[in-house]
């Protein structure tokens, strides 16, 4: 058996096989430039490393719903060109092998639940706090969503009593999480990338206050038994306060289980949630 992994991106595509064992046997990096070029260099991958199934999670807006007449494409993105791209389609038609396709926070919360942090629990929710902030959330091996993928980044946030910036997110400025507190946040508040600047620094601060209200109304709406946090900027120097915040924040209301359970990082090396995801959503379509 093998499984292919596509982790779509605005910046890059980590494409990849593994065995059954979910052991890396083919990875390459390619630059996310037009559509069709980025599709046909995944396309000659996977001819140079034929699978048996492929799974994919992509950035977003994206159509994942299998009965939609638009399922595998990406939406209405910010991202030059991508807008309205029909992803599985070529790729299906080139390879002749089974596709899954959800989006990369929803691949990676799928790869901590089956081979991560979440291997013990029924109920998952993983959060990415990078370049954006997304959430993806798994109940009994399924997907939790309706009528499309969740967009728990783009919830609205209270801002912290004080702080007077202006935001980031182009749709909702300083009222939503990935305003506030992701990757272009930080550098947009200090002129420097977060991964330049020392852990001590204010900011970090601000990052676990809002980081600790995404958490807190997570468990509020879902009560998982797990939640994992991944991406670049969260680190475990900021982990306790998140959780002191999250205690202040709930205030006694709901009977909070140990927040060192509860609330993690991602157990898997090198920001590789979504790979292994995709890898299991693959085999998942084999196996029926």
């Known amino acids: 058996m093998r499984l292919g992994s596509i982790e779509a991106g605005g910046t890059k595509f980590i494409v990849a096989v593994?065995?059954?064992?979910?052991?890396i046997l083919a990875r390459r990096r390619i630059?996310?430039?037009?559509?069709?070029?980025?599709?046909a260099a995944c396309i000659s991958f996977f001819q140079e490393n034929p699978v048996n199934a492929l799974g994919i999670g992509s950035f977003g807006p994206a159509e994942i719903k299998r009965d939609s007449p638009h399922f595998g494409t990406i939406l209405n993105t910010p991202k030059p060109n991508w807008a309205q791209v029909d992803v599985v389609g070529p790729l299906k038609q080139?390879?002749?092998v089974p596709a899954a396709f959800t989006t990369d926070v929803n691949a990676s919360a799928y790869g901590e639940y089956m081979l991560g942090a979440g291997k013990k629990v029924n109920s998952l929710i993983y959060f990415t706090v990078g370049t954006g902030i997304g959430g993806g959330a798994i109940q009994d091996g399924h997907f939790i969503g309706g009528r499309s993928h969740t967009e728990m980044g783009h919830a609205f946030v209270k801002p912290y009593s004080g702080d007077d910036f202006k935001g980031v997110c182009p749709y909702h400025g300083n009222q939503c999480f990935e305003g506030m507190a992701s990757g272009p946040a930080i550098e947009a508040r200090t002129g420097q990338r977060g991964e330049?600047?020392?852990r001590s620094a204010d900011v970090f601060k601000l990052i676990s206050y809002y980081t600790a209200q995404l958490v807190l109304a997570a468990y509020l709406n879902f009560t998982p038994e797990k939640i994992v946090l991944g991406g670049s900027v969260i680190s475990q120097t900021e982990l306790p306060q998140i959780r002191k915040v999250v205690r202040e924040l709930n205030n006694g209301y709901v009977d909070l289980p140990d927040l060192d359970q509860l609330l993690v990082l991602t157990s898997i090396p090198d920001n590789g949630a979504a790979t292994m995801g995709n890898f299991a959503l693959a085999r998942r379509l084999l196996e029926g």
Do not use: G, I, K
Request: hydrophobic share 30%.
């Open 18 to 23: 593994a065995d059954e064992n979910y052991r």
């Open 94 to 96: 080139a390879l002749q």
């Open 31 to 39: 630059p996310t430039t037009t559509p069709a070029e980025t599709l």
């Open 196 to 198: 330049d600047l020392e």
